[in-house]
């Protein structure tokens, strides 16, 4: 995959990329998309907390301090030390119902820790960019069918969503405050931008409580996952759509390209948001193994029925375009873990070549 380092045109050979959360599940595909692109990637994360875990099947070469993100003064020393050009913050507590489990975590880890990226940042005059991801999740959800677009009302019922909504407030102010853009090259040089992400797919994710990780768990089991929001719509995703995002972003930022430093959707096409049932149709189609039935929920937390995005933003101005179909991004998702589960055999490269367009 030599020829990926020319993507985006080159701006990610030899840079220094600090990534927060790399050993997640979203991290350590960004990881090796940003290695293959000739990037020197610098991890700041918690230990892996699944078993198996993707990055650690990944067995990725790169620098990894094993820090927790509310801590200020590691975080602001690492900066020092490896003096990165680009920082793609995705630490996290990315889950919903941990989060009514335990919030203060959840607060903790989403607003703290962003804080902590921003202030730190302001100490480190190697870093051009901030590329921070947050969610769909931190718009006021009205449960409405029009997907919602950057400028909606934050808000969020549920503590993690909430968080996300803080966090995303935190970014506006730090780049309104410290990192204006109409101070940019004259007292600064770092410009910022925020990433909102739909539900995410793809290989290698163990998380619990997550649609994908649940069903597959019970088809290694041979057991019948239970399942919850049959009817709840999501706007689902590869990993490597958003990822793609993520990258054009820090681009237009490294380039210096202020217009480009301020929130962002991606998702798919608004008509093609998916119910939880469709999705769990598909992937049974792909892989006989997996089977479900629903749950009462009387009892469950509140979680959203209805969540789409508008990503004409991104499309227009931006140039990005999801470049998978349902179809293909859950085959391609159910296919990993399929493999996966016969061979120990990983498709992640396999995937990247795939969406990328590699021969």
């Known amino acids: 995959m030599?020829?990926?380092?020319?993507?985006?045109?080159?701006?990610?050979?030899?840079?220094?990329?600090?990534?927060?959360?790399?050993?997640?599940?979203?991290?350590?595909?960004?990881?090796?998309?940003?290695?293959?692109?000739?990037?020197?990637?610098?991890?700041?994360?918690?230990?892996?907390?699944?078993?198996?875990?993707?990055?650690?099947?990944?067995?990725?070469?790169?620098?990894?301090?094993?820090?927790?993100?509310?801590?200020?003064?590691?975080?602001?020393?690492?900066?020092?030390?490896?003096?990165?050009?680009?920082?793609?913050?995705?630490?996290?507590?990315?889950?919903?119902?941990?989060?009514?489990?335990?919030?203060?975590?959840?607060?903790?880890?989403?607003?703290?820790?962003?804080?902590?990226?921003?202030?730190?940042?302001?100490?480190?005059?190697?870093?051009?960019?901030?590329?921070?991801?947050?969610?769909?999740?931190?718009?006021?959800?009205?449960?409405?069918?029009?997907?919602?677009v950057e400028?909606?009302?934050?808000?969020?019922?549920?503590?993690?969503?909430?968080?996300?909504?803080?966090?995303?407030?935190?970014?506006?102010?730090?780049?309104?405050?410290?990192?204006?853009?109409?101070?940019?090259?004259?007292?600064?040089?770092t410009l910022i931008a925020s990433a909102r992400a739909g539900n995410v797919i793809g290989g290698g994710d163990w998380s619990n409580d997550r649609l994908i990780p649940d069903l597959i768990r019970s088809a290694v089991k041979g057991e019948f996952a239970k399942i919850r929001s049959p009817y709840a719509t999501r706007p689902w995703q590869h990993v490597l759509e958003p990822i793609h995002g993520y990258l054009m972003i820090g681009q237009a930022l490294l380039s210096g390209k202020t217009e480009f430093a301020s929130s962002w959707n991606f998702g798919p096409y608004i008509e093609n948001t998916l119910s939880v049932s469709q999705v769990l149709e598909l992937s049974k189609t792909i892989w006989k193994d997996i089977n479900f039935e629903f749950k009462n929920e009387e009892n469950e937390p509140h979680e959203a029925k209805l969540l789409s995005l508008n990503i004409n933003k991104s499309l227009l101005h931006l140039g990005w375009k999801p470049k998978w179909t349902n179809e293909v991004s859950i085959y391609r998702t159910i296919n990993w873990y399929k493999e996966f589960a016969s061979s120990g055999q990983l498709n992640t490269e396999d995937d990247i070549v795939n969406y990328y367009g590699i021969s």
Request: hydrophobic residues 35%; charged residues 20%.
């Open 151 to 189: 400028t909606d009302r934050l808000g969020g019922y549920d503590p993690y969503s909430s968080s996300k909504a803080c966090a995303e407030i935190v970014i506006s102010s730090y780049r309104d405050s410290f990192f204006n853009t109409k101070d940019f090259q004259t007292k600064h040089n």
């Open 2 to 148: 030599e020829n990926m380092v020319k993507m985006y045109n080159g701006i990610y050979n030899g840079k220094r990329v600090l990534l927060t959360g790399h050993t997640g599940f979203k991290g350590s595909w960004m990881a090796l998309v940003l290695q293959k692109l000739g990037a020197t990637v610098i991890g700041y994360s918690l230990p892996p907390n699944t078993k198996p875990s993707h990055y650690s099947l990944l067995n990725l070469d790169l620098k990894s301090y094993y820090e927790d993100i509310c801590n200020f003064d590691v975080l602001k020393h690492v900066l020092e030390i490896e003096r990165p050009d680009i920082i793609f913050h995705l630490a996290a507590q990315p889950l919903v119902r941990y989060s009514y489990v335990n919030p203060l975590e959840t607060y903790q880890t989403n607003i703290i820790g962003t804080v902590n990226v921003l202030e730190a940042a302001k100490y480190c005059d190697s870093i051009k960019s901030i590329v921070v991801i947050t969610t769909d999740k931190c718009y006021e959800n009205l449960n409405q069918e029009i997907g919602y």
